[in-house]
T-cell receptor, first 115, second 114 residues
Framework: GAGVSQSPSNKVTEKGKDVELRCDPI?????LYWYRQRLGQGLEFLIY????????KSGLPSDRFSAERTGESVSTLTIQRTQQEDSAVYLC?????????????FGEGSWLTVV | AQSVTQLDSQVPVFEEAPVELRCNYS??????LFWYVQYPNQGLQLLLK??????LVKGINGFEAEFNKSQTSFHLRKPSVHISDTAEYFC????????????FGQGTELSVKP
């Protein structure tokens, strides 16, 4: 597709369940990012992947959060044993290559509600 | 560590009036600065960015921003706003040694009234 695609667009889950969020970056983009946006707040960096290098996981809030990326394509963000404070929009983004000043293109997000 | 502060959480303004959305950053190294816009029920899109060169940067939809190194600011301006500019605006910074990772401010909600 032309843009960053995320699924599901909306997910309601019960507290304690695991969830997986999927991201398809723009074709050919080597860098992929995950952000979290809580209601009424800014974007919080979670993790990013850059080609074959080790991912930068410095923003993951706890060990319940993990992410994987297959080559330079699809990424999955997994949240284990979800808590109510995990409710947020999870945004995926990609850029052509990893480097400062690159334009990052965002998907429309996956809205997660933990009840 | 780098950080971004957007001084106003909400900015109400009348149509055709000028507007300035303020952004300050802190960093000990060279930075690259961005403004993104999020229209209601849409994803974020890039308005403009400063990489180097001229400190006045022009973006889409008539917006511009000025990089001021001494004041560590990157304020966004538009001389005459439209109803369609109603949106959330985010300032972001990336550092030269941190790859493409962006650190965002808390956002400013611009509300344009007729």
């Amino acid at each position: 597709g032309a843009g960053v695609s995320q699924s599901p667009s909306n997910k309601v889950t019960e507290k304690g369940k695991d969830v997986e969020l999927r991201c398809d970056p723009i074709s050919g983009h080597t860098a992929l990012y995950w952000y979290r946006q809580r209601l009424g707040q800014g974007l919080e960096f979670l993790i990013y992947f850059q080609g074959n290098s080790a991912p930068d996981k410095s923003g993951l809030p706890s060990d319940r959060f993990s992410a994987e990326r297959t080559g330079e394509s699809v990424s999955t963000l997994t949240i284990q044993r979800t808590q109510q404070e995990d409710s947020a929009v999870y945004l995926c983004a990609s850029s052509l290559f990893d480097g400062p000043g690159n334009t990052i293109y965002f998907g429309e997000g996956s809205w997660l509600t933990v009840v | 560590a780098q950080s971004v502060t957007q001084l106003d959480s909400q900015v109400p303004v009348f149509e055709e009036a000028p507007v300035e959305l303020r952004c300050n950053y802190s960093s000990s190294v060279s930075v690259y600065l961005f403004w993104y816009v999020q229209y209601p029920n849409q994803g974020l899109q890039l308005l403009l960015k400063y990489l180097s060169g001229s400190t006045l940067v022009k973006g889409i939809n008539g917006f511009e921003a000025e990089f001021n190194k001494s004041q560590t600011s990157f304020h966004l301006r538009k001389p005459s706003v439209h109803i369609s500019d109603t949106a959330e605006y985010f300032c972001a910074v990336s550092e030269g040694n941190q790859g493409g990772k962006l650190i965002f401010g808390q956002g400013t909600e611009l509300s344009v009234k007729p």
